[in-house]
């Protein structure tokens, strides 16, 4: 059985579920779109497993950083669901998990080329800890996209359908907080793990590459967000604007400095 074409089916099923939501009342298919996703999700945890076990290199490149990003973020909305109940998150969850996992399914592979050292389970980890607390990150974003939105609407009197299909912006606001203060020390883990892992590896902790310094700039960011959230009291639009801001900095970081300038982290070679 293909797994991967599996998963990434499943995803591409549950995004057509979430997004029919859009204009139909019916619920079932947020239903029937959790149930895709949660699937999947279990089909990529075991296509990751088989690879592992077999001795498969599971990270390194571009197609699997992103194939591991999808299954983090899909896992995320997944818990998240049983705790906030925002099944409208799976409208941007489930398709951006399966464009995810495209790559890993198209391109043929050996196309992207995977360094041998990246098979130390400890950069496993540090790969882990840093992707899932920006999976974590990207359902804030989404949080925050919705905030803003909705807050918007409201202040313009405009209040259609669609918003009623939204979590209240109390809720939103907590499930920005929530990703918030469970993905910065995920973040800050990672990175100290990379750090010493650096040091072991190269002889050098720090060599102020254009992507270790955009990644600090990140963890700068998120730890302002942090410190707003809990010594100064920042909630609603300010935090949501935060973490809009922060997750675009994550891609740029992952995608336009992992292209062109990634240093010793080679995008296409290794993360």
């Not at 098979?119 to 919705?146: C, K, M, Q, R, Y």
């Not at 270790?212 to 949501?240: M, P």
Request: some cysteine; overall charge positive.
């Amino acid at each position: 059985m293909d797994f991967y074409w599996a998963t990434a089916l499943l995803y591409f099923i549950s995004s057509v579920f979430y997004t029919s939501h859009f204009w139909t009342q019916n619920e079932r298919v947020c239903t029937y779109g959790f149930y895709a996703i949660v699937i999947g999700a279990c089909l990529q945890t075991v296509s990751l497993i088989i690879a592992y076990s077999g001795g498969v290199l599971v990270t390194g490149g571009l197609d699997s950083t992103l194939y591991i990003f999808a299954w983090l973020i899909a896992l995320v909305y997944i818990g998240s669901q049983f705790v906030f109940r925002a099944s409208i998150f799976g409208a941007f969850v489930a398709p951006l998990a399966f464009i995810m996992t495209l790559p890993h399914v198209i391109l043929p592979q050996g196309i992207i080329e995977h360094d041998p050292t990246l098979s130390n389970p400890w950069i496993l980890i540090h790969i882990l800890l840093i992707l899932l607390g920006e999976a974590l990150f990207t359902v804030a974003f989404v949080s925050g996209i919705f905030y803003i939105f909705q807050e918007n609407k409201i202040k313009s009197k405009h209040v259609g359908s669609f918003l009623r299909k939204l979590p209240s912006l109390t809720t939103l606001d907590k499930i920005n907080h929530f990703c918030l203060i469970v993905g910065f020390p995920l973040l800050t883990l990672g990175l100290a793990l990379g750090l010493l892992l650096a040091k072991e590896i190269w002889g050098n902790a720090w060599a102020w590459g254009w992507k270790e310094t955009w990644s600090i700039v990140t963890w700068f960011l998120y730890a302002v967000l942090i410190h707003g959230r809990l010594a100064s009291g920042w909630k609603g639009r300010k935090a949501a604007i935060g973490a809009v801001l922060g997750f675009c900095i994550i891609l740029f970081t992952l995608f336009v400095i992992g292209f062109f300038a990634p240093g010793q982290h080679d995008f296409l070679g290794n993360f």
